[in-house]
């Protein structure tokens, strides 16, 4: 994702919550602190498929902006 990221394209991770410090550290350490990291409740293990579209539902409209915003 990082090196994505450093070529110009627009990405992003999305994680759940107890990944969110270690996501933001990986970002750094691999030079893109500006990575965008969405966060969605954890855990998704275990989920029903209901319950994971309800989940990737959320976050669509982050990543949507984070896309906008790059192009702009």
Same mark, same amino acid.
């Given at each position: 994702?990082?090196?994505?990221?450093?070529?110009?394209?627009?990405?992003?991770?999305?994680?759940?919550?107890?990944?969110?410090?270690?996501?933001?550290?990986?970002?750094?350490?691999?030079?893109?602190?500006?990575?965008? $990291?969405?966060? =969605?409740?954890?855990?998704?293990?275990?989920?029903?498929?209901?319950?994971?579209?309800?989940?990737?539902?959320?976050?669509?409209?982050?990543? =949507?902006? $984070?896309?906008?915003?790059?192009?702009?």
């Amino acid at each position: 994702m990082a090196e994505l990221r450093k070529r110009g394209l627009v990405t992003a991770v999305v994680c759940s919550d107890p990944f969110l410090a270690l996501g933001k550290n990986q970002a750094r350490v691999f030079g893109v602190p500006d990575l965008p $990291l969405v966060v =969605i409740p954890h855990p998704l293990g275990g989920l029903a498929l209901e319950a994971v579209k309800e989940r990737a539902a959320v976050a669509t409209p982050r990543l =949507i902006e $984070l896309v906008k915003e790059r192009r702009a």
